[in-house]
């Protein structure tokens, strides 16, 4: 009988931590839900800054991973404001990778090279390529399934000159690879799951 109460007990606790957990974490939760969905770049930011600092344990990088991917998106959409947002999104991937270094946050860090070198591709390709294709390299290392590498890899490739060995052709065995991978993703509630929708604007101008 005792045995059977201490075990029932245990359950108890446990379940109490878990929901405690859950709790801690909603509103880490409902931000990635509504960066899922392409909420508003910019109310996202003012979010998941409020977040660093009440984030912590194995989540800790998450929030500053977002802030990365989201400045780095603002730095493309605002031509006047593209230096420093692109400033910032390197500065949040930095402090995501300080936290828990992963393949998804060097991801957000050659992401982020890469709106830092788009402000002036021609003026700047040559200034960030390594740091961009670095970044990559190290992701691959540590997770070589990860579909976000081949995404940015795709990206890149289709966006430079032929010339220089870049193009449809070339890119379309990275952006097939991303899309079979991304196919069997499962989906988690906080860790990144972006790319579908990426690879559909591929698709208007490089069909794979």
């Known amino acids: 009988m005792r045995i059977i109460f201490l075990s029932i007990l245990f359950k108890l606790f446990s379940f109490g931590l878990m929901a405690q957990a859950g709790n801690a974490n909603q509103p880490l939760i409902d931000a990635v839900a509504q960066f899922n969905s392409g909420n508003d770049p910019k109310t996202l930011v003012a979010t998941f800054e409020k977040l660093v600092p009440t984030t912590s344990g194995s989540n800790a990088w998450i929030p500053s991973y977002y802030l990365a991917l989201l400045n780095a998106s ?75 590498i081949y995404i940015l890899e795709g990206s890149l490739t289709l966006n430079l000159p032929s010339l220089f060995g870049g193009g449809c052709d070339k890119a379309k065995p990275m952006l097939t690879k991303a899309r079979e991978l991304l196919d069997k993703q499962n989906p988690q509630i906080l860790l990144p799951t972006w790319g579908k929708q990426r690879l559909e604007e591929f698709k208007q101008g490089c069909s794979f």
């Open 74 to 148: 603002l730095s493309i959409k605002n031509k006047n404001l593209a230096d420093p947002y692109a400033d910032k999104a390197i500065y949040w991937a930095n402090l995501s990778i300080a936290a828990s270094p992963n393949d998804e946050n060097y991801c957000a860090l050659s992401m982020a090279k890469i709106s830092k070198m788009a402000v002036n591709p021609f003026l700047r390709w040559v200034t960030y390529e390594k740091s961009i294709y670095a970044a990559l390299k190290v992701a691959k290392n540590a997770n070589p399934l990860n579909p976000r």
